[in-house]
């Protein structure tokens, strides 16, 4: 893999990764960093707008990655070439794998989304964790969500942490952003869209509910779950049932869970 390899943080591409460390110079610029080999590999296969492909050769070596990076040059995509040392200066991980891109972001509408008869569209309100988001992001592509929204002022699902958690998943799968629930709510009842809110508070336990195609499942808060005004608007309130000592699930873990169930019985 040849070409000359930058190795000062004077260089403007470097100062720029390091400035997407930062959610408002994300939201600015509609860019972020992304890392890892399967990540970078992913947002590829999807199609996202790659701004650059950042590589550091020693790092990267044999990989099969190598091959994959020269072919997206020779389609035009622009390589930068960073030695191991300043690759490993800007990695947030140990162990880098010397493979980094620099991505546009990409958010739909709620009207972009396809939700067909056996969609399953997850909708998340002000959660917080961006581990979280990134998790969930990633569990909803792993059982074929048609989406997910965030609404609030939530988690960034840009930030390092969500795509490192997500491993890729945020370039396959939808993401909305509404400011409030009620834009959520709206959409849904106007689309025929079944809403199903969760919380520990509710009657009605997840193996009891009857779910129907389209459904939205609607997730609160870590802290505080959902308001009471979204599960009283919600077509079915459902809860988890605990047989432990543990008072509350990690809410990715729920997500899970409700997310298995809704593709067990919707089949």
């Not at 959610?23 to 996202?48: K, T």
């Amino acid at each position: 893999m040849s070409g000359e390899l930058i190795s000062s943080t004077a260089n403007p591409l470097v100062k720029r990764m390091r400035s997407l460390a930062d959610r408002r110079y994300r939201r600015r610029e509609g860019a972020l960093v992304v890392e890892g080999i399967g990540p970078v590999w992913q947002a590829v296969e999807s199609e996202a707008q790659i701004e650059v492909l950042v590589v550091a050769p020693d790092l990267l070596g044999g990989s099969p990655a190598a091959a994959m990076v020269a072919e997206q040059e020779r389609a035009g995509t622009p390589v930068a070439r960073l030695t191991a040392e300043l690759f490993s200066r800007l990695s947030g991980r140990d162990g880098p794998s010397g493979l980094a891109a620099v991505v546009r972001r990409r958010l739909c509408r709620l009207d972009d989304l396809d939700v067909t008869d056996s969609g399953v569209l997850v909708t998340l309100h002000e959660v917080a964790n961006p581990g979280n988001v990134g998790t969930i992001i990633r569990t909803a592509d792993a059982f074929g969500a048609a989406g997910v929204v965030l609404v609030g002022d939530g988690a960034d699902p840009f930030s390092p942490q969500a795509v490192k958690a997500s491993m890729g998943s945020l370039f396959s799968l939808p993401l909305v952003h509404e400011s409030s629930l009620d834009a959520a709510f709206e959409w849904a009842e106007a689309a025929n869209v079944m809403t199903v809110a969760t919380s520990a508070r509710a009657g009605t336990p997840l193996a009891d509910a009857v779910l129907s195609t389209p459904v939205m499942i609607v997730l609160g808060s870590e802290r505080t779950g959902l308001p009471t005004d979204a599960l009283s608007r919600s077509t079915s309130a459902v809860r988890i049932p605990m047989l432990g000592r543990a008072s509350s699930l990690n809410l990715a873990v729920a997500a899970g869970i409700i997310l298995y169930e809704a593709t067990r019985q919707l089949g």
